[in-house]
Nanobody, 124 residues
Framework: VQLQASGGGLVQAGESLRLSCEAS????????MAWFRQAPGKEREFVAA????????YYADSVKGRFTISRDNAKNMMFLQMNSLKPEDTAVYYC??????????????????WGQGTQVTVSS
């Protein structure tokens, strides 16, 4: 397994969760790491991304101001702090790693390594 995501669970609206993603040796050197999510019956969508050297974050408009992505290169970890969760945040969350360019950093095409996903369920 190249990437191992964890931290999902069942919470109520307004609560918080912190997702973690541990990268394998193969994934560690990748420039970009990201979170995507997929709700039942919907396509996988971009959530947030962070680049290795600049640490500049990218967010989907739907999570901006509520989610924070971070990366600990020394520990080969990536995190997604999710606050003020909403029922529409319910999905399987996937971590991904790759070498995206600016035009693909929000696209799944920019990432070649994927984790197995962790379920996040937000009840109203």
């Amino acid at each position: 397994v190249q990437l191992q995501a964890s931290g999902g669970g069942l919470v109520q609206a307004g609560e918080s969760l912190r997702l973690s993603c541990e990268a394998s040796e193969r994934a560690r050197g990748r420039n970009g790491m990201a979170w995507f999510r997929q709700a039942p019956g919907k396509e996988r969508e971009f959530v947030a991304a962070v680049r290795r050297f600049t640490s500049a974050p990218y967010y989907a408009d739907s999570v901006k101001g509520r989610f924070t992505i971070s990366r600990d290169n020394a520990k080969n970890m990536m995190f997604l702090q999710m606050n003020s969760l909403k029922p529409e945040d319910t999905a399987v969350y996937y971590c991904a790693a790759g070498d995206p360019i600016i035009s693909t950093i929000r696209s799944s095409n920019g990432y070649s390594l994927w984790g197995q996903g962790t379920q996040v369920t937000v009840s109203s």
